[in-house]
């Protein structure tokens, strides 16, 4: 199994600002995934992140707005920019697969995003 | 593509009753099913999974079986707990094309 910490677990932000939620696993994953879960829904792709290349965007999920680091095997970040009440979601990393060939997802436990 | 539908809640039972969250799939592939279970205030753990059809996952007293013939995959408790309260989550896996989806999720309340 793999082990994800992810923080923050909760923040408050002012609209217009940004925020970076970090993504670490204990061990080397090939793919990580950004996910949205906004109140009472269920969980919506943002993007996949592979390290050493660029993240790969779902539809109605652009760059400029969900900009995703992965600088190794291990972490990653996603940035919520110019935030507005409506990016007021829970969002969760997530891996799948990797050297130990792991057969379901894994999440960190979350962070959930109040814009006021 | 890939899908899941999954009951909708919420559900509310008293303890001690049975429990069924019925959840269907559509899927080109053979893809591997879960059911994941998120506690209030936290991410989702891994409740338990089947890998291929006629495969039964089981955990903490929950079962599901992997039905290809009705594409189910239907979650089921012989007597929940106040415990239990959480949303549940079923979801595919399509291996060959990285692909994960997530039904809707059902909110599940056992009151004692």
């Known amino acids: 199994s793999a082990v994800i910490s992810q923080k923050p677990s909760r923040d408050i932000c002012q609209r217009g600002t940004s925020l970076t939620i970090q993504c670490q696993v204990d061990s080397q994953v090939t793919m990580m995934f950004w996910y949205r879960q906004q109140p009472g829904q269920s969980l919506t792709l943002i993007a996949t992140?592979?390290?050493?290349?660029?993240?790969?965007?779902e539809s109605g999920f652009v760059i400029d707005k969900f900009p995703i680091s992965r600088p190794n095997l291990t972490f990653s970040t996603l940035t919520v920019s110019n935030m507005s009440p409506e990016d007021s979601s829970i969002y969760l990393c997530?891996?799948?697969?990797?050297?130990?060939?792991?057969?379901?997802?894994?999440f960190g436990q979350g962070t959930r995003l109040t814009v006021v | 593509g890939n899908s899941v539908t999954q009951m909708e809640g919420p559900v509310t039972l008293s303890e001690e009753a049975f429990l069924t969250i019925n959840c269907t799939y559509t899927?080109?592939?053979?893809?591997?099913l879960f059911w994941y279970v998120q506690y209030p205030g936290e991410g989702l753990q891994l409740l338990l999974k089947a890998t291929k059809a006629d495969d039964k996952g089981s955990n903490k007293g929950f079962e599901a079986t992997y039905r290809k013939e009705t594409t189910s995959f239907h979650l089921e408790k012989g007597s929940v707990q106040v415990s239990d309260s959480a949303v549940y989550f079923c979801?595919?896996?399509?291996?060959?094309?990285?692909?994960?989806?997530f039904g809707a999720g059902t909110r599940l309340t056992v009151k004692p």
């Open positions: 997530s891996v799948e697969g990797g050297p130990q060939g792991y057969t379901e997802a894994f």
């Open positions: 979801a595919l896996s399509d291996r060959g094309n990285n692909d994960m989806r």
């Open positions: 899927a080109t592939g053979y893809p591997s």
């Open positions: 992140a592979n390290q050493g290349s660029e993240a790969t965007y």
